[in-house]
């Protein structure tokens, strides 16, 4: 969901980007333990095996943490951080996840054959169609069968896996670590999770952090992409050494 953004920034800000699935999305390993420590690895070890220089990064959400977590444990690695609408906070689940993987493993089970179909019964967890045609990317048509069946859609993510580590999501592990570089918090208005409770964790972690909101929801950059992009572009041209 980061592809189109990236290409516009890449082509705006004249560098390479890269868009890294974290293990167990995507088409990234599906591996234990689902934990923010261990996507962090995974992130350094991107970025040492790629041989990058002081790469900016931006996370999402779940991937906001992880980007976070990267900066403050290899500060000297990140020469900016951009998280979108998340915080360095623990707290409760927002939206109900679970009943999210309860419903699509519903439909692995069901050998849907059509999307039309897959959404409807998505539909009797979540209302908002933009929100299920989001869900809906974890989801993959097999190959028709030598016999004539029809490919049904099955899951391209460990469903199971991450619906027992729902928890590890929205933990966060309290530290006295620091990331003192450029950071930009953007938080969607109509979203729970970047309120004026957090600043003080923000600050604690990011002491030298900004804060931009958009008219939106949870999914700010795939909401408003060009207000979000802006946003991106403006801060990483005015802290570029």
Excluded at 65 to 70: F, I
Excluded at 104 to 122: G, M, P
Aim: proline share 5%; aromatic share 8%; hydrophobic share 35%.
């Amino acid at each position: 969901n980061w592809r189109a953004i990236s290409k516009q920034l890449s082509r705006t800000l004249a560098r390479d980007i890269y868009c890294v699935d974290l293990r167990n999305h995507g088409d990234s390993p599906h591996q234990s333990p689902h934990t923010y420590a261990a996507m962090s690895e995974d992130i350094v070890r991107f970025i040492n095996d790629h041989q990058l220089n002081k790469p900016i990064l931006i996370g999402h959400s779940m991937g906001g943490k992880v980007v976070m977590q990267t900066a403050l444990e290899k500060p000297d690695l990140v020469s900016q951080l951009i998280v979108d609408d998340m915080v360095p906070v623990k707290f409760g689940l927002a939206h109900d996840f679970a009943a999210y993987v309860k419903k699509l493993l519903e439909i692995e089970r069901c050998n849907i054959v059509s999307q039309k179909e897959a959404d409807r019964l998505l539909s009797q967890t979540e209302p908002d169609l933009s929100i299920r045609q989001f869900l809906l990317t974890n989801m993959k048509k097999t190959q028709n069968t030598q016999d004539g069946s029809k490919g049904t859609y099955k899951s391209r993510i460990p469903l199971q896996l991450l619906g027992d580590n729902l928890g590890n999501v929205m933990d966060w592990v309290d530290s006295d670590k620091t990331y003192n570089g450029p950071t930009l918090f953007i938080g969607g208005e109509r979203s729970p999770y970047v309120k004026p409770g957090s600043y003080p964790a923000m600050r604690r972690y990011f002491p030298n952090y900004e804060m931009s909101t958009l008219d939106t929801g949870h999914w700010v950059h795939a909401e408003m992409p060009r207000e979000f992009m802006q946003l991106v572009e403006d801060f990483i041209i005015k802290h570029e050494k």
